[in-house]
């Protein structure tokens, strides 16, 4: 029987509101918290305890990467499907290990290359390998020409790593089966396109309302969830109103859309990924795009009109969370943790607020059953140990060494992404 572990003399932000406690401590019993408060108001009821001094140092809860793209190997926006999966998989392996070194202990996948989340999911939960819990992914489905249908007819060979073509309800209700079948956690439905597609742009529905209703219908009756990109104010409503649970990127949305959103604000979840589309603009001409080319003054307008939509759907309560295409050249693995930058820099966020999108929102995307987000009593122990506070300092969250422990599910890690150790365990301590 494992002891019960005490952190104490340290600054608990709970989760629950926007304090930060001072002087407090947390007890945990095997995966559980069994107290987080004052120090003061803490009594040890057991000797069979050990004690962390933690002398100072800021904890917060787990933060969920809720856009999340672990089998991406840090590719072009436009080769996600490049890299041999037996090299994905090593790769995808290491980008766990820096996913929850980064203070990520939760992820909801927003599509995989091949199979390799389900694999992946299945190996951290039989601790093989450290990482997030997991909300495996699978290949996307995507209509003939949507976004995610990246080849012409006349390119040869074609891989098939990346989408799942389908067209109609009822070959669309077949790919949800077959990504059942394998595992899958969460459908990925690509709704509209990209600035940067071969084809189908932001408004371009890929499918009628019949089918994504189809394939939300078929998803949540096999207990799946859905997630989409949907750049345009159309797509958002087709997602709001067929159901869809996790909406991507939401850029443009009109009043009609606003409405929906808020009507549905208990059910659903809204993320800008918009990270990635600021490190193409900084990264434009790397790229081979001049600052006055067509791609780069849409993305221009493009994150203007996010910045709108986000400031609107963040006064009328829409739960926004954490998440911004990483796994990308342009926006590698690692770097998660600016997501919570652009909020505060963008869309007008407190330190707090920002924490909170990666916290108890992002738990209570990654668990409705309310296991996951906040420091509480009876809340599973996933949380973060930070040299600093990032309530006066969001961008510490970036600075891998800052990062003093994580620790989920009651074990604790320590430099997964510095010591590169990719099965380092909790043996190390404080």
Not at 190 to 199: A, N, R, T, V, W
Not at 260 to 276: C, Q, R, Y
Request: glycine share 10%; hydrophobic share 35%; aromatic share 6%.
């Amino acid at each position: 029987m494992s002891k019960k572990k005490i952190l104490t003399n340290l600054n608990l932000f709970k989760g629950d509101g926007d304090e930060l406690i001072n002087d407090a401590t947390i007890m945990i019993d095997n995966n559980m918290i069994c107290y987080s408060g004052p120090s003061s108001d803490f009594n040890a009821s057991s000797n069979d305890i050990e004690i962390y001094d933690l002398k100072g140092k800021t904890v917060i809860p787990g933060m969920t990467e809720s856009h999340a793209h672990i089998s991406y190997t840090n590719n072009g926006p436009l080769e996600l499907d490049k890299t041999p999966v037996e090299e994905a998989m090593i790769k995808t392996v290491d980008n766990a290990r820096i996913m929850l070194g980064s203070g990520f202990t939760s992820a909801i996948s927003f599509g995989s290359i091949h199979r390799i989340d389900v694999f992946l999911r299945d190996a951290i939960n039989s601790g093989r390998i450290p990482g997030p819990r997991l909300l495996a992914g699978g290949r996307d489905i995507s209509a003939i020409g949507g976004n995610a249908d990246t080849y012409p007819d006349y390119a040869k060979p074609q891989t098939e790593g990346l989408a799942m073509i389908t067209d109609g309800p009822w070959e669309i209700r077949k790919a949800v089966r077959t990504l059942w079948k394998n595992g899958v956690d969460v459908v990925k439905v690509m709704i509209d396109g990209e600035l940067i597609s071969l084809q189908g742009r932001p408004g371009d529905l890929g499918y009628k309302d019949e089918e994504v209703e189809a394939l939300v219908d078929e998803a949540h009756r096999k207990k799946m969830k859905v997630a989409c990109h949907a750049r345009s104010a159309a797509a958002v409503k087709q997602a709001v109103k067929s159901g869809i649970d996790f909406i991507g990127h939401a850029n443009y949305i009109d009043d009609e859309a606003l409405e929906l959103l808020i009507e549905n604000k208990d059910k659903i979840f809204v993320g800008p990924g918009i990270a990635w589309e600021i490190a193409f603009l900084e990264n434009a001409e790397k790229m081979g795009y001049s600052q006055e080319s067509r791609e780069v003054n849409a993305y221009r307008e493009e994150v203007e009109a996010t910045i709108v939509s986000y400031k609107r759907m963040k006064k009328e309560g829409i739960r926004i969370l954490v998440g911004g295409d990483y796994g990308l050249d342009i926006a590698p693995h690692g770097t998660y943790a600016k997501d919570l930058e652009h909020y505060v820099n963008l869309f007008g966020f407190s330190n707090a607020e920002a924490l909170h999108a990666a916290t108890r929102f992002g738990g209570q995307a990654m668990d409705s059953e309310g296991s996951l987000g906040t420091l509480e009593e009876g809340k599973l122990a996933d949380l973060v140990v930070i040299d600093g506070n990032p309530l006066e300092d969001i961008t510490i969250l970036q600075d891998h060494d800052r990062i003093e422990g994580v620790m989920k599910d009651g074990l604790m890690y320590k430099g997964l992404v510095n010591n590169k150790n990719p099965y380092l365990t909790n043996s190390e301590k404080f």
